[in-house]
């Protein structure tokens, strides 16, 4: 099989965006949901865009977000993706890809065969779906927890659209990862961290290696 497309997410530093794209990932994530540490401000997700143009595409991760409040990133960030995190269902998610005419991404947590089963209720709604790790109860975050469901619900996954693999994954299991599932893309946030919200250039390029070398 091919080496998997890899995201970088949860950029906040010029330092951390040039170490996605030095290791030569293919998407760079900006979170808009001001709970997670990840969060940038308009500001600052247009400052980050504007130094990743036409270098790596750019992916906004947003959580049951207002429709202008999208509109407003992906005008400022010249988004080539938006990620849908929260509770949106199918017809949410059409609804935003038809008002941006953006590739639309919608994230499912998973902790079991249904979930993973759920996904096709979205083919014709989102461009992709990522597989994500179900948060315990009353988490605060939807994702970024560095937690892992069992990959092995996807070893014979015969997908209805595009798909990617996140939760938990960093260089020391990316590479198990990709074998087990086939995972056509990899998503990693808190993996490459040294703390919650800051990103270690070298664990970036590790992940990379690890991705590609699977």
């Known amino acids: 099989m091919p080496a998997p497309e890899i995201k970088i997410c949860g ?7 040039e170490a996605t794209i030095a290791a030569r990932a293919d998407y760079a994530g900006l979170v808009i949901f001001p709970p997670s540490p990840r969060h940038l401000a308009l500001a600052d997700a247009a400052a980050l865009a ?24 992906v005008a400022a960030a010249r988004l080539d993706v938006i990620q849908l995190h929260g509770k949106e269902d199918p017809a ?22 249904e979930d993973i089963a759920r996904a096709e209720t979205f083919a014709g709604a989102a461009d992709l779906v990522l597989f994500d790790a179900k ?3 009353g988490a605060a975050l939807p994702g970024g927890l560095g937690l892992v469901f069992d990959w092995t619900l996807l070893a014979t996954y ?3 659209l595009p798909w990617g693999l996140a939760g938990g994954l960093s260089p020391a299991n990316v590479a198990e990862a990709v074998r087990t599932t086939q995972a056509p893309l990899v998503d990693v946030s808190s993996g ?20 590609r070398a699977a």
Not at 52 to 71: C, M, P, Q, S, T
């Open 92 to 113: 949410r998610v059409a609804a935003i890809r038809a008002a941006f005419g953006k590739p639309v991404w919608k994230a499912m947590a998973v902790s079991s065969a």
């Open 11 to 17: 950029l906040t530093t010029p330092a951390a965006l």
């Open 158 to 160: 015969k997908a209805a």
């Open 135 to 137: 948060p315990p109860k």
């Open 192 to 211: 490459v961290e040294s703390a919650p919200g800051v990103k270690d250039v070298d664990l970036i390029a590790q992940f990379c290696r690890e991705a």
């Open 50 to 73: 504007a130094r990743a143009a036409g270098r790596i595409k750019l992916v906004g991760l947003f959580v049951d977000a207002a429709e202008n409040l999208i509109g407003e990133v």
